[in-house]
């Protein structure tokens, strides 16, 4: 496998449900990152992780959890949504986060969440 | 809020066409610019990086005007291939020091035989 993979690629779920969105990437990389991506939206970034440590959490509610257990894997827990969190849901990683270089960020295919 | 302002479009253009993209964005502390390209349900790919003083790869060209706070996409011969969605990005700082990345919506380009 090469590059950033996520799965699942589609996930339809209750709002009572519990379920989780996993990351790999396999191009070494230090930093990964979520993002949500509503029709008519541009991309939000929702969670920053540098080396394992989450370094950004832009206002999102708790009933999405973040969890990096190592540099490779990324994953977002969901629990209680609500339909208008019905979206597609991307992983990136890149090279480093701190702000002397801006790096190229490589995006996973997504995974299409339908909160029903 | 820092913001990313493009023209969502669509713009149809023929093939052999060349076609234009503008971006504004408002933060003026912000040091790095890029062209990304997200075809239909896929993911967002880099296509170009955006140089201080312009760049060219290909039938691309990018331009950056700080004084103004916009940058331009330039595609020239379009191709049918070339139809997709053109995000325009834009580096933040955060108070904490580290680099993110700011989206438009995006520009969405019908390329047609």
């Known amino acids: 496998e090469t590059g950033v993979t996520q799965t699942p690629r589609h996930l339809v779920m209750g709002m009572t449900n519990k379920k989780s969105l996993k990351c790999e990437q396999h191009l070494g990389h230090n930093a990964m990152y979520w993002y949500k991506q509503s029709a008519k939206k541009p991309l939000e970034l929702m969670f920053v992780y540098s080396l394992e440590e989450r370094v950004e959490n832009n206002s999102v509610p708790s009933r999405f959890s973040p969890e990096c257990p190592n540099s490779s894997h990324l994953f977002l827990h969901l629990h209680t949504l609500q339909p208008e969190d019905s979206a597609l849901y991307l992983c990136?990683?890149?090279?480093?986060?701190?702000?002397?270089?801006?790096?190229?960020?490589?995006f996973g295919p997504g995974t299409r969440l339908t909160v029903t | 809020r820092k913001e990313v302002e493009q023209d969502p479009g669509p713009f149809n253009v023929p093939e052999g066409a060349t076609v234009a993209f503008n971006c504004t964005y408002s933060?003026?502390?912000?040091?790095?610019f890029f062209w990304y390209r997200q075809d239909c349900r896929k993911e967002p790919k880099l296509l170009m990086s955006?140089?201080?003083s312009g760049n060219e790869d290909g039938r691309f060209t990018a331009q950056l005007n700080r004084a103004s706070q916009y940058i331009s996409l330039l595609i020239r011969d379009s191709k049918l291939s070339d139809s997709a969605t053109y995000l325009c990005?834009?580096?933040?700082?955060?108070?904490?020091?580290?680099?993110?990345?700011?989206f438009g919506k995006g520009t969405m380009l019908l390329v047609s035989p």
């Open positions: 955006v140089y201080s």
């Open positions: 990005v834009v580096n933040e700082v955060t108070g904490s020091g580290y680099s993110t990345l700011t």
């Open positions: 933060n003026s502390a912000s040091q790095s």
């Open positions: 990136a990683s890149s090279q480093e986060v701190y702000a002397d270089t801006t790096y190229e960020q490589y």
